[in-house]
Each structure stands twice: as structure tokens, then as C-alpha cells.
């Protein structure tokens, strides 16, 4: 079946923009993760659902970003004001029902570049 | 200091020999690890979880040192495909969230 996909594949934008980045988990999966993931580093945890509600956002750097996932499917990650240190590799995965038995699946990740 | 801390490489071998890398965590609460692959700009995949008693799947062993806090992967008999960079994981204690290491990077030649 189909993968954990996310669109776009790269966004190139300006300091200061706005910018949405989506997420479509496996179907049938309640989790979902965000993480980004920084030129030479491991991908570093950012929010996590389950269902429509955040089991955990300690992973969100500051208030410009935020994350939903109004009918439990699709999230969408937004960050106001990006700054040039926000480039990196977005990744999102879901996993069945979350938790320490579930495998994370990776979607292909959205390469975002702040100029 | 980083809760996943790894050697980042890159280690350089020739097909067929063995490799191992390595891998601390800094909470000692931690109850789940894993090792993920990651190829050039692709995503991380799961390799493999690591459990107390170890565990093997074909050329690829995992060992986990409670006491140390520290976790291994063994990559015998080296292939080409094998290149790749290899994360070392573990569960947060919130049951939801993976902890990364840096990553190892593994080339492997000719």
C-alpha cells in the first residue's frame, strides 16, 4: 500500500515568510510525528499526535511553530517568520497506534531552504 | 550532553569485512532501541530493534549493555548496499517520540 507522503518535496523560501508543510500518514494509522532534521545530524523530535490531539509537542522549538491534525489524517506543520536557521529536512511518520511496539514509517521528507 | 551519543564516522571498509558500531544513551529509564538506516538524502527506514538478550537478523547483530548503557550494531561480511549512515534510536520515556544519535556513516568499497 502507500507510503507516509509529504508535499512539497522542497520549499524554497524567504526570511520572515510563512510557510505549511503536509503531511499524509499510511491510512489506518491514529500516530503521527513530525521531526526535522539538520545537515550532518539525526533527525531531532518535534510533535506528536495521536488521533487529533498533541500527545506531546516538547519537541517545538518556539511559538512560530505549530502543528495540527484536525480530523486525525493529514497534519500540516506551520511556521510564521521562518528564519534562515529553520532550513533542514521536515520528516513526518505515523505508526499504527504509537507507542514503544509500533514501528515509525518515514514519509520522504519536505528540504526546506529560508534564504 | 546529547541523549544519543554516536562515533559519526566515516568508517571506511572493503566488501566482506566486519564493521561495528557504537552507541550510548544517557537515560538510564530507557526501555526501547532500535537501529535505523538512512541512505543519501532518503528517509530513515527501521533496521532493526535491539533487545537485552541480542538479536541477529542474517549478517546484522544488535547487542544491548543495560548496565553501560550502551548499544551495538555488527555488520558482517560487508556489501556495497550496505553503505549507508545508521542511526542509533531510542523510545522516549512518553512512549511516542524517537531519540536519534547523530548517525555513522558507513561507506563501503570495492
Known amino acids: 500500500g502507500a507510503g507516509v507522503s509529504q508535499t512539497p518535496s522542497n520549499k524554497v523560501t524567504e526570511k520572515g515568510k510563512y510557510v505549511e508543510l503536509r503531511c499524509d500518514p499510511i491510512?489506518?494509522?491514529?500516530?503521527l510525528y513530525w521531526y526535522r532534521q539538520s545537515l550532518g545530524q539525526g533527525p531531532e523530535f518535534l510533535i506528536y499526535?495521536?488521533?487529533?490531539?498533541?500527545?506531546?509537542d516538547s519537541g517545538l522549538p518556539n511559538d512560530r511553530f505549530f502543528a495540527v491534525r484536525p480530523e486525525g489524517s493529514v497534519s500540516t506543520l506551520k511556521i510564521q517568520r521562518t528564519e534562515r536557521g529553520d532550513s533542514a529536512v521536515y520528516l513526518c511518520a505515523s505508526s499504527f497506534r504509537g507507542g514503544s511496539t509500533d514501528t515509525q514509517y518515514f514519509g520522504p521528507g519536505t528540504r526546506l531552504t529560508v534564504l | 550532553r546529547k541523549e544519543v551519543e554516536q562515533d559519526p564516522g566515516p568508517f571506511n571498509v572493503p566488501e566482506g569485512a566486519t564493521v561495528a558500531f557504537n552507541c550510548t544513551y544517557s537515560n538510564s529509564a530507557s526501555q526501547s532501541f532500535f537501529w535505523y538506516r538512512q541512505d543519501c538524502r532518503k528517509e530513515p527506514k527501521l533496521l532493526m530493534s535491539?533487545?537485552?538478550s541480542g538479536n541477529e537478523d542474517g549478517r546484522f547483530t544488535a547487542q544491548l549493555n543495560r548496565a553501560s548503557q550502551y548499544i551495538s550494531l555488527l555488520i558482517r561480511d560487508s556489501k556495497l548496499s550496505d553503505s549507508a549512515t545508521y542511526l542509533c534510536v531510542v523510545l522516549g520515556n512518553q512512549g511516542g517520540k524517537l531519540i536519534f544519535g547523530q548517525g555513522t556513516e558507513l561507506s563501503v568499497k570495492p
Open positions: 499526535f495521536q488521533g487529533t490531539g498533541a500527545a506531546d
Open positions: 535491539v533487545y537485552s
Open positions: 491510512s489506518g494509522h491514529t500516530a
